[in-house]
């Protein structure tokens, strides 16, 4: 009897709880709509209208609650009304307390700086630290091109101003290149993918061709912001001034191994090699700690003597050495340069496509192979026709580095077209009847192309 009694108890209980929990369900579903439903519809006065409560009584009801709310406060902005900035950074947060394993802290902390960056609210100190505080949290989703030229926009300013130690500026410069070129392989990996597939005749899915158009955009972006990133360091990183600071730090730090590859590097990178301080730096470094980067330097010492042989012994040591992909990717792009320089075109392909098996996005790498190849058109073919279809194979080399390149797309496109108007056309196609035929190349170009059908 006592177990019955228990039991009805219980059975009473839950089912004054099931009813609970049903008219909760469906209190918040009714809230929900009659924010979600206007929001929707960009009804954004009438949505405003029932945000709070939504929030207040039922902050989990659903994602779209934020997702809506940051869309309808980034309206009221756009329109004017500032006031409305700490309500969207407040539904940022609310999304990420709420919704932490849907939500890229990195991309909305960003968005959040952006915004108040955008909208001139704290101080640039203020504003530099917000973006320094989402990069540094979550670097990996840490990817709107905008956000970071102004993350590194700002902290030169600051430099500028004395708020921050020139130092910091470079590190800083170090990290953002880092990111950028990251971003760009990464998607010049997945592009390359879908060209290849297009090349080889498969027609692409609706989805992979935006996709397809998606990267091209992307790549376009973080192209332009790498230019606008190294146009806003400026007189900042030239020798004048990076010669006087290392100098002055060289004898407290010479035992700092990162300092001493940091400042030999950037000296490198400027050009800045002929000064005494150059050779001190890479003497120090290879005395310190051999490496990929001590052959690196030692290499570009060589070359000022003018040992050409020697010089690219140590960047081939240098490249095969490195773990960044992207340093070997550089290294063998030099070395190209240089065998393109001495008349060794075959020799200068091959390294130019090492350089970008390890940095699929050097597009600039291609462009050099397409300008090879219209070069050698005199030398490549026994006709007048033959000579010319040469155009025809450079047009596809600099067509490939505006794909896979956004900061010299518009070159790469414009070098194209060039060269495609040198190519045969369609009256000297039909004139050697020559459509649909494939020609052969001898010289050092080697491979084919085939000729339009008209």
């Not at 709420?98 to 952006?114: F, H, N």
């Amino acid at each position: 009897m006592k177990t019955k009694a228990i039991l009805l108890v219980m059975l009473f209980a839950f089912t004054l709880g099931g009813k609970t929990f049903a008219q909760a369900d469906n209190k918040c579903f009714e809230l929900g709509s009659l924010f979600i439903e206007p929001a929707k519809a960009k009804n954004y006065e009438t949505a405003l209208q029932h945000y709070d409560q939504v929030v207040k009584e039922c902050p989990t009801y659903s994602m779209a609650t934020y997702q809506y709310a940051v869309k309808m406060f980034e309206h009221f902005i756009e329109n004017g009304d500032k006031s409305k900035i700490a309500d969207l950074e407040q539904a940022y947060k609310y999304r990420i307390q709420y919704y932490p394993s849907k939500t890229k802290e990195g991309d909305v902390l960003s968005d959040i700086a952006q915004i108040k960056y955008d909208n001139s609210i704290g101080t640039k100190m203020e504003q530099f630290k917000a973006f320094d505080d989402a990069f540094k949290k979550d670097p990996e989703n840490f990817t709107s091109p905008k956000s970071i030229y102004t993350y590194f926009s700002l902290a030169v300013d600051l430099q500028s101003t004395g708020e921050m130690d020139v130092q910091n500026v470079f590190d800083l410069y170090d990290v953002v290149t880092e990111k950028i070129e990251k971003e760009e392989s990464e998607l010049a990996v997945k592009l390359t993918k879908l060209t290849d597939m297009q090349d080889a005749g498969e027609k692409l899915t609706g989805r992979d061709e935006k996709r397809l158009s998606g990267y091209e955009t992307n790549l376009g972006s973080y192209g332009k912001v790498k230019g606008s990133v190294d146009g806003k360091l400026g007189k900042l990183a030239d020798c004048p001034n990076l010669i006087p600071l290392y100098n002055k730090d060289f004898d407290a730090k010479k035992d700092d191994i990162d300092w001493i590859k940091r400042a030999a590097g950037r000296l490198s990178g400027k050009d800045c090699t002929n000064d005494p301080l150059f050779i001190k730096l890479v003497k120090q470094l290879d005395r310190l700690a051999p490496s990929a980067d001590t052959k690196l330097y030692l290499g570009q010492l060589e070359k000022e003597k003018g040992n050409s042989a020697q010089a690219i012994s140590y960047f081939e040591e240098s490249a095969g050495m490195q773990s960044d992909p992207r340093k070997s990717a550089r290294i063998y792009y030099r070395i190209a340069e240089e065998k393109r320089q001495n008349g060794q075109s075959g020799q200068a392909r091959t390294y130019y496509m090492k350089a970008v098996e390890y940095q699929p996005s050097m597009g600039r790498a291609y462009l050099k192979i397409a300008n090879m190849y219209a070069a050698s058109a005199n030398n490549c073919g026994n006709t007048v026709f033959e000579k010319r279809a040469i155009y025809w194979k450079a047009a596809e080399m600099a067509e490939k580095a505006a794909r896979v390149d956004g900061s010299i797309a518009g070159n790469a496109r414009a070098t194209a077209s060039s060269y495609r108007e040198r190519a045969p056309q369609k009256s000297d196609i039909f004139d050697a009847g020559m459509g649909g035929k494939t020609i052969s190349f001898n010289c050092w170009v080697g491979g084919s192309v085939r000729v339009p059908n008209l």
